[in-house]
């Protein structure tokens, strides 16, 4: 039977009361989870995955997928509308979320992240449901050397395209990539820069620092501005009057095409994730877009491409999970538990031995999909009402959100600390010009790169050829020192050119 037959029988299985519940209580879920800064996907998965014991297992993981792509939807709308990201992905849709939010376009914003949410993930599910076992086969020859060079690329990309200064943006990425280092060495098991604390062995806690830099410096700029906090004069809005325009939709249309391309392909790829799909597709729309100079400073379009990306590559996690059993992302990892605990053993015959739970899966995310841009949607005016509060009693709810939020990770005060302290040196950055997103792209980015480069290393026996070797990883190596040197090149040809006339 071909792919599209299976499918249509998924949808028999999908559309039964217990399956179609499921995926609808998971997408609810998953939103409410995504909004809500310090859970996240993962931790929202560990949490809810004992509800799920005593039912059906195909409506079980039915759920827990749905509360999976549910929180990629749900973690911008804290982005946009409080500059808290509510996940790690969503910190690529705050950089122009939030500028939107304070020209007065909130409900634009969010209906743009729906949008593209939903295209992101239909065409991840589309190629999930022709290529899944063949996408899986092509993210295996992605080795230690291959993911390197591809983290690799995305670091170095950092610096000149987030910021107007490219050497303060290149300053703020290697504070990301210092305080990456704090904690157990995962080569040596040695303990990094943690001063003989205890609370810093275990590294940086990623939500704290994300809160703090965005949230609560947030805070402290609304403290610092005397004037009132007035979002562009926001009135009561109605689903209409938050939705895009057709010319808008025709301009977010292929870029969000494009970034679903590569944050699917991206998702795929073990221990890549979501995050480093919504950065990459931010850097390409960044070089490539026709509105590519207004980034960074409120673009529907960057909205738009981070969550087409993320949106995909968490379908795309589903490929690796399912054909070989290899979880792509913390997320997936936790429903590789919940699927060995029902008895199902994720590979190659998972397809083949149970077909009715692959494609029931399968087929329940168009619908699943589909309920969360319907819901997204649906609370828009909700959302953008928030924003209507007086400042006078916003900061505390939001400094109450970045406490409640830091300290849910751990349960632990230090976190809250951190927060704090990462707050004042954001407000500190942000007053002399220095941008924030590279500190914590870079937070994220660099342990993946050492870890594989560190294996990439240990196969070859120390030799760096390991990178050069392959075919993959020595292309994505050239393409990055081009690009490395394509502003001096240009600046030298400019030069010449100038000499000539």
């Given amino acids: 039977m071909s792919n599209w037959e299976l499918l249509l029988q998924g949808f028999t299985v999908a559309f039964s009361f217990s399956n179609a519940t499921a995926a609808f209580v ?18 929202g998965i560990s949490l809810l995955l004992p509800m799920t014991f005593k039912m059906d297992p195909t409506a079980g993981i039915i759920m827990l997928a749905g509360i ?40 634009k914003s969010l209906s743009t992240g729906n949008i593209a949410s939903f295209i992101g993930g239909t065409i991840g599910i589309f190629f999930l449901t022709i290529f899944g076992p063949l996408l899986a086969e092509i993210g295996l020859k992605f080795g230690p050397a291959e993911v390197a060079a591809l983290i ?59 809160i703090g830099m965005f ?32 010319a808008e939709f025709k301009q977010i249309f292929w870029p969000s095409v494009r970034s679903a391309v590569l944050g699917n392909f ?35 379009n960057g909205v738009a491409v981070s969550e087409a990306a993320n949106n995909a590559g968490a379908v795309g996690s589903f490929a690796p999970l399912l054909s070989l059993g290899i979880p792509g992302s913390a997320s997936s990892a936790v429903l590789l538990g919940g699927l060995m605990m029902w008895g199902l053993r994720p590979g190659p015959l998972l397809f083949e031995s149970n077909p009715d739970f692959v494609w029931g899966l399968i ?25 209507k509060i007086s400042k006078r009693v916003m900061i505390p709810i939001i400094m109450v959100i970045c406490l409640v939020g830091s300290y849910s990770v751990g349960n632990s005060v230090f976190d809250m600390g951190v927060m704090i302290v990462a707050g004042i040196i954001a407000f500190y950055l942000k007053q002399h010009a220095f941008p924030t997103s590279p500190i914590l792209l870079a ?35 050239i393409c990055t020192f081009v690009l490395l040197l394509f502003p001096v090149i240009q600046k030298v040809i400019q030069a010449i050119r100038s000499r000539s006339k």
């Avoid at 990425?173 to 157990?184: F, H, K, P, Q, Y």
């Avoid at 795929?268 to 960074?296: D, N, Q, V, W």
């Avoid at 699943?368 to 924003?387: D, H, T, Y």
């Fill in 26 to 43: 998971g997408a609810l879920l998953g939103i409410l989870v995504g909004a809500m800064p310090g859970i996240g996907a993962a931790a």
């Fill in 68 to 107: 999976y792509y549910g929180n990629m939807y749900g973690g911008a709308y804290s982005a946009t509308l409080l500059n808290i990201p509510g996940d790690t992905p969503a910190v690529v849709t705050a950089m122009d979320g939030y500028p939107l939010t304070l020209k007065g376009q909130a409900g």
């Fill in 152 to 210: 690799f690329l995305a670091l170095t990309s950092i610096g000149w395209l987030l910021g107007d200064d490219p050497i303060k943006g290149l300053v703020a990425a290697c504070i990301g990539v210092l305080l990456s280092t704090i904690g157990i060495d995962g080569a040596s098991g040695i303990a990094r820069y943690s001063f003989g604390n205890l609370n810093l062995i275990g590294g940086i806690a990623f939500v704290p620092l994300v």
């Fill in 215 to 246: 949230g609560f410096s947030q805070v402290l700029d609304m403290m610092a501005d005397s004037k009132d906090f007035s979002i562009g004069g926001m009135k009561k809005l109605s689903i209409r009057e938050s939705m895009i325009t057709w």
């Fill in 266 to 300: 991206v998702g795929f790829l073990p221990g890549a994730g979501s995050t480093t799909g919504s950065f990459l597709a931010y850097i390409l729309e960044k070089k490539i877009g026709k509105h590519r100079h207004e980034m960074g400073s409120g673009s529907i």
């Fill in 363 to 387: 087929s329940s995310m168009y619908f699943g999909n589909l309920l969360c841009l319907v819901a997204g949607m649906a609370i828009l005016p909700f959302l953008v009402s928030f924003l």
């Fill in 443 to 477: 937070f994220v980015l660099a342990p993946r790169l050492e870890i594989s480069m560190r294996q990439a290393l240990g196969i070859s026996q120390g030799s760096v050829w390991v990178f050069f070797e392959k075919p993959i990883s020595a292309g994505i190596l």
